[in-house]
């Protein structure tokens, strides 16, 4: 469950929010059980960000850089401490919303949607799955972090209904094609990045510039058809069996805030290439939670079942590489633009981030309150991906993305 703790004075992530009193999408932060209204404060004059006044997304604010970001987060850390006088508290009460009380939106106008392949657990599991009896992961992928364009116009806000896709699928066994809805709907759990100020047409980010470039972390779900995929993906990758839904966060954790959580990269063997290489390590501990209910499950009271715990720390490739590797062509970043993980699978059973990995395939099933069973997602399912980071006494909470399938 999502705790005060979780949205503590060191976290503070940005979202958009309106409410039943003010229906007009504003900028805001999460601060424990509360929300806090950032165009309100600056109409109060209490926070010095005139482009936060009447902005309905936060592009404005990430394309404004990166001293911008840390202006507007100490003067909130101050505004939200101890530290505030009493008619600064008296603001800011006014401007505070209980968290149940908002609806959120997505945080940014998302421009390109690129979606990477970065766990080298999950590669090879799929490898395993989707071309058995083959060298698992293909010649490429320690060299290089694989990626595929997605759709940005279909990136949902968390508790977005995802609708059961209809697309083309031959099993194996089948002589011919059939169109109809997917019988093999799978979650990925991913988290994304998302980018922060723009880079230069034609010139190449370095991996270390990360800090610029990448404005803050959020969960997401990356829901994939694995019939539709499997019938389309040779030769030119992911299409219509990943791009009808994929469901993100609402609250945008800044890469300062995750900070305390940076880890040791994982061995690379070989060495990436030196564009590939960056001074500093990218690597966060971040634990991931996958839940999963069902309509009967709700009906007879039954919490969401956790199906898998999953850790981002692992990752083969990081935001640095990534953001190097999308720009080594001369291609630009917008600020907005978001970037997919890849699922992140650890190599213990039950630690991956996808139920064809769980279920192998629907080989096995997962067991669930009630006696029911399930391989992969049925009409009603509701699917909960969670984040946290935890280290002595830092917490960051990423709170959860969530998303019901309709037929
Ligand atoms: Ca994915």
């Known amino acids: 469950m999502i705790e005060p703790a979780d949205y503590?004075?060191?976290?503070?992530?940005?979202?958009?929010?309106?409410?039943?009193?003010?229906?007009?999408?504003?900028?805001?932060?999460?601060?424990?059980?509360?929300?806090?209204?950032?165009?309100?404060?600056?109409?109060?004059?209490?926070?010095?960000a005139e482009l936060l006044r009447g902005a309905t997304t936060l592009n404005a604010f990430l394309a404004a850089g990166l001293e911008t970001w840390r202006a507007v987060r100490a003067r909130l850390r101050h505004l939200l401490s101890v530290a505030a006088?009493?008619?600064?508290?008296?603001?800011?009460?006014?401007?505070?919303?209980?968290?149940?009380?908002?609806?959120?939106?997505?945080?940014?106008?998302?421009?390109?949607?690129?979606?990477?392949?970065?766990?080298?657990?999950?590669?090879?599991?799929?490898?395993?799955?989707?071309?058995?009896?083959?060298?698992?992961?293909?010649?490429?992928?320690?060299?290089?972090?694989?990626?595929?364009?997605?759709?940005?116009?279909?990136?949902?806000v968390s508790g977005t209904p995802v609708r059961r896709p209809h697309g083309q699928r031959k099993p194996p066994d089948a002589d011919a094609p059939t169109f109809g809805?997917?019988?093999?709907?799978?979650?990925?759990?991913?988290?994304?990045?998302?980018?922060?100020?723009?880079?230069?047409?034609?010139?190449?980010?370095?991996?270390?510039?990360?800090?610029?470039h990448v404005f803050g972390y959020v969960l997401l779900n990356d829901w994939s058809a694995r019939d539709i995929q499997a019938w389309e993906y040779q030769p030119l990758g992911p299409?219509?069996?990943?791009?009808?839904?994929?469901?993100?966060?609402?609250?945008?954790?800044?890469?300062?805030?995750?900070?305390?959580?940076?880890?040791?990269?994982?061995?690379?063997?070989?060495?990436?290439?030196?564009?590939?290489?960056?001074?500093?390590?990218?690597?966060y501990d971040i634990q991931l939670e996958l839940l999963l209910q069902t309509p009967r499950m709700r009906e007879h009271a039954h919490p969401p079942l956790t199906i898998s715990r999953t850790n981002l720390r692992g990752m083969y490739w990081t935001a640095a590489q990534q953001l190097a590797h999308v720009t080594s062509n001369g291609a630009s970043i917008r600020p907005g633009d978001l970037f997919g993980t890849g699922t992140i699978s650890g190599g213990e059973p039950g630690t991956q981030g996808s139920l064809i990995e769980l279920t192998w395939r629907?080989?096995?099933?997962?067991?669930?309150?009630?006696?029911?069973?399930?391989?992969?997602?049925?009409?009603?399912?509701?699917?909960?991906?969670?984040?946290?980071?935890?280290?002595?006494?830092?917490?960051?909470?990423?709170?959860?993305v969530v998303g019901t399938i309709v037929g």
Do not use: Q
């Open 239 to 283: 299409f219509l069996g990943k791009s009808f839904a994929t469901s993100i966060s609402p609250w945008i954790v800044t890469l300062d805030a995750l900070e305390p959580f940076r880890s040791a990269e994982p061995e690379r063997e070989p060495e990436p290439l030196p564009y590939l290489r960056s001074r500093e390590s990218w690597a």
């Open 85 to 156: 006088n009493a008619r600064e508290r008296e603001l800011v009460a006014k401007a505070t919303l209980p968290r149940e009380a908002v609806t959120m939106h997505l945080p940014v106008t998302i421009g390109d949607y690129v979606d990477f392949y970065s766990s080298i657990e999950h590669a090879t599991n799929l490898g395993r799955i989707l071309r058995p009896n083959t060298e698992p992961l293909l010649p490429n992928y320690r060299h290089i972090p694989i990626g595929y364009h997605g759709r940005s116009g279909t990136v949902v």
């Open 181 to 212: 809805p997917s019988t093999l709907l799978d979650v990925e759990v991913e988290m994304g990045w998302i980018a922060g100020a723009a880079s230069t047409y034609g010139e190449p980010v370095p991996a270390d510039a990360v800090r610029e």
């Open 8 to 48: 503590g004075l060191d976290n503070l992530p940005f979202g958009i929010i309106s409410d039943g009193r003010n229906e007009r999408p504003r900028p805001a932060v999460a601060f424990e059980n509360g929300v806090v209204d950032l165009d309100a404060l600056v109409r109060a004059g209490l926070l010095d």
């Open 362 to 400: 629907g080989a096995n099933t997962l067991a669930l309150p009630g006696g029911e069973t399930r391989t992969f997602l049925e009409d009603g399912d509701t699917v909960i991906v969670r984040g946290r980071a935890v280290r002595g006494a830092a917490r960051v909470g990423f709170g959860e």
